[in-house]
């Protein structure tokens, strides 16, 4: 038995409609299966999805308030008023605020942008700024990416007769600015068919209402918000982001190409994680540091010295947020080892004086990775006497559900169930920890403290070809909404499993079944081949691709978690005795229970610094349910192996080792013909010299010495003779008895059985006889259960 290191959870298999699918749009049925699991269940809806011809943008003007905005914004360009962009720093803000700079431009607007510090101003538009923008000459304010909460700085620039105008993605509270106008698919009571837009997908609404058609050129910066974001990629996300990352690949803007080379790809095919795990953090880097300015200048940049100034800029600002949150990250993992170890806190709050704000999310989201428990960060301002945080929770925790329970000690926090960010008092933060591991206790088992792997697909090895992948991959760009497909094979065999990679961390293994083959890898699973047998029948789950190399195409299963079901034996009877105590260091210890039958073994073995159960002197083993069991030596008898796991339990894994000195099943061990044979030559010699002559008689016969003790030894426990300091002498009439009745026969018998059921035996053989052990196990559990 293996466990997955994730729960995995099986999305229902649809079958019903798979085969309509199928026939209609000539796709394969694991295709068709994942279609009809992400919600598209008519053959037109899944064309849609499907095919980039049967895509379209929605009209700018199905947004509220787009026609007042458009109005506004032509009458401050004719009139030579000055247009003043309001952006946020994270990457979409930074992608908005450069696409929105561009699109006015290109109208003929006096524009500029401004974009708040994240340390001296904090999030949204501020009314110091608006101020200065107004005494600045600025006429019309255009926010991006933020605003729909910014009611005080609307009734200030209302004031100040500066005209306000929002565009915005997030979601709109109780209570509206008092705007010029709002547009936001997600402001109540707006017509538009799509609410998922990022902050750049509004923008980019406003320039295509602008223009008047959609503005293909500044789809490359639109792509970075949206995949940034990680909102929705579905709908109209899913076609701006096709159509964005196909922009991008042969962008002529000399920001993105300086970027696009700073990570690593400008000659690479341009994927959405390409920008979600590389282009993105870069552009959020400056944010997350100092100023986001740089940022916005680098995709605005127009000459190529320009454009590779900044994005090296960029990049060692990116380098330094990445040594930031590894030192943060450390320091808080310190913290939680000695203060707060997760055995006694089902939710960690973590806090540390000066710790940089802008990546203690990310912090967070590390400490989530490595405990798997809902987890606070937070950075103390001893001066103010505040501490600023960001939280990230698991499945199960409604982390704002649970941070509403504390309103009293949190003046300011908001969020979803996954993550939150809040600003508190320092003196409150015990309180907000002792309240939250409350609350996990009512609302989380021992079950939710292991991560969740959904799982869109179970296949067979011959359902998957590089065909059906080529298929699956027209479901892409994946992201939220629309994951990259995960697929369980279930209980497939083995035909091949090894360790690769300079460090041999790296597993490469083959699936097999139906007559196909699959090569499965799995980065940094190297050590599941000690904990997996070649014969055992595995469930991995993992990630579809094409393999090219050398000429050859193949499919094969990117491996993320492997598990087997089923009790595993593990034949280790080969191994040399001085390779044995490094080979047991592969079996966790806190699982492993080392036995021998004989109490000689464990110092014959080099073994005195292990702890060992020897049956030798009754010590109690202890249940081995779920136990991984070594059998360091055979048993006596054979009735000794069946009474352990009957009495014990079942072990989740065997490990057999049998070492045994003497071979009684090739040596000492003649038929009846040779007893025949030596009683008869006995009786004629009336008596026989054993010290003298038996080793002559066995030269004679071809047997070996101990062949002929071994009788001698067996007759006489039968009566049929007397032996007298080597002297044999026969028994008169001596009572009619079978070899059976003597002892020494009866444990040769029963030692040369042992080692040929154990040690002698084939796997196969092997593996059968402890399986009809286990099972009789299993049985007389259950009357044990109905008794």
Request: with cysteine.
């Amino acid at each position: 038995m293996l466990k997955p290191k994730a729960r995995w959870k099986i999305k229902e298999q649809a079958s019903s409609q798979v085969d309509q699918l199928v026939n209609e749009l000539n796709i394969a049925p694991l295709v068709a299966s994942l279609l009809l699991n992400r919600g598209f269940e008519t053959v037109e809806a899944a064309r849609r999805f499907l095919y980039k011809e049967e895509m379209a943008y929605h009209d700018p003007f199905l947004l509220d308030d787009m026609d007042r905005a458009v109005t506004r914004i032509r009458a401050a360009v004719e009139g030579n008023e000055r247009i003043l962009i309001f952006g946020d720093y994270d990457a979409d803000g930074v992608s908005s605020t450069a696409l929105m700079y561009k699109a006015l431009q290109s109208i003929g607007a006096q524009v500029d942008f401004y974009i708040p510090n994240r340390f001296t101003e904090g999030y949204g538009p501020n009314e110091p700024a608006i101020r200065q923008a107004k005494e600045d000459g600025y006429g019309l304010i255009v926010t991006v990416d933020t605003g729909i909460a910014a009611v005080h700085v609307a009734n200030v620039a209302k004031e100040i007769n500066l005209d306000f105008i929002v565009t915005d993605h997030h979601e709109a509270p109780p209570v509206l600015p008092d705007a010029y106008a709002i547009i936001n698919p997600k402001k109540p009571g707006c017509p538009y068919p799509f609410k998922g837009l990022a902050g750049v997908g509004v923008a980019l609404k406003v320039a295509h209402a602008l223009l008047g058609r959609v503005p293909s050129e500044w789809l490359d910066i639109a792509v970075i918000g949206t995949v940034a974001d990680l909102v929705p990629l579905v709908d109209e996300n899913r076609l701006l982001v096709m159509e964005g990352l196909h922009v991008l690949q042969s962008t002529n803007k000399p920001g993105l190409i300086a970027l696009k080379k700073k990570c690593g790809i400008d000659s690479q095919v341009v994927q959405a994680d390409h920008v979600g795990f590389g282009i993105g953090p870069r552009i959020n880097a400056a944010g997350r540091l100092d100023s986001a300015d740089p940022a916005v200048h680098l995709l605005l940049a127009e000459t190529k010295e320009e454009a590779e100034h900044l994005a090296t800029e960029i990049d060692y600002l990116n380098k330094e947020r990445q040594a930031v949150v590894t030192e943060i990250t450390e320091a808080a993992v310190t913290v939680v080892e000695e203060q707060y170890p997760p055995d006694n806190n089902d939710v960690l709050v973590i806090a540390g004086e000066g710790w940089n704000a802008g990546v203690i999310g990310i912090v967070a989201s590390r400490l989530v990775e490595r405990y798997y428990r809902p987890t606070i960060v937070l950075s103390i301002d001893r001066e103010k006497g505040v501490a600023k945080g960001s939280a990230r929770s698991i499945e199960g925790f409604d982390m704002f559900a649970e941070l509403s329970k504390s309103r009293d000690i949190l003046p300011h926090f908001g969020g979803h169930p996954m993550a939150a960010g809040l600003t508190m008092n320092v003196e409150d933060l015990d309180l907000l920890r002792t309240r939250l591991n409350e609350q996990a206790k009512v609302v989380l088992t021992e079950e939710d403290f292991k991560p969740v792997t959904s799982i869109d697909l179970v296949a067979t090895v011959d359902e998957i070809s590089v065909s059906v992948i080529k298929q699956l991959d027209q479901l892409a760009p994946f992201g939220v909404s629309n994951p990259t497909p995960k697929v369980l094979l279930q209980d497939v065999q083995l035909d091949q499993m090894r360790k690769i990679g300079s460090d041999s961390n790296h597993l490469k293994v083959g699936f097999s079944g139906n007559g196909a083959t699959l090569d499965g890898i799995g980065f940094h699973l190297g050590y599941l081949c000690d904990e997996i047998t070649s014969h055992a029948k595995v469930s991995a789950v993992g990630t579809l691709s094409i393999n090219e190399w050398n000429g050859h195409v193949k499919p094969q299963l990117m491996i993320d978690d492997m598990g087997v079901s089923e009790w595993q034996l593990f034949d280790w009877r080969s191994i040399q005795k001085t390779r044995l105590a490094d080979r047991l260091l592969t079996i966790p210890i806190e699982n492993r229970v080392l036995i021998t039958f004989k109490k000689e073994t464990q110092r014959i073995l080099g073994l005195e610094n292990e702890t060992i159960i020897s049956l030798d002197d009754q010590e109690d083993v202890g249940d081995l349910s779920n136990r991984y069991v070594v059998l360091l030596d055979i048993p006596n008898e054979r009735e000794q192996l069946k009474t352990l796991f009957l009495n014990h339990g079942q072990p989740s894994r065997i490990y057999t080792i049998f070492y045994h000195e003497d071979d009684s099943f090739f040596t000492t061990n003649p038929n009846r013909d040779q007893f025949k044979w030596y009683y008869a030559f006995l009786l004629k010699r009336k008596s026989f010299n054993i010290k003298q002559h038996s080793e002559e008689l066995a030269k004679y016969k071809g047997w070996s010495k101990q062949t002929i003790t071994f009788m001698s030894q067996v007759f006489s426990e039968l009566g049929f003779v007397t032996i007298d300091d080597g002297i044999l002498s026969v028994t008169d009439n001596p009572q009619k008895k079978g070899l059976e009745e003597s002892a020494t026969y009866r444990k040769k018998l029963e030692h040369a059985k042992i080692e040929n059921d154990f040690v002698y035996s084939s796997y196969v053989d092997l593996k059968q006889w402890f399986a009809q052990v286990l099972e009789q196990t299993i049985e007389e559990s259950k009357v044990k259960e109905t008794v």
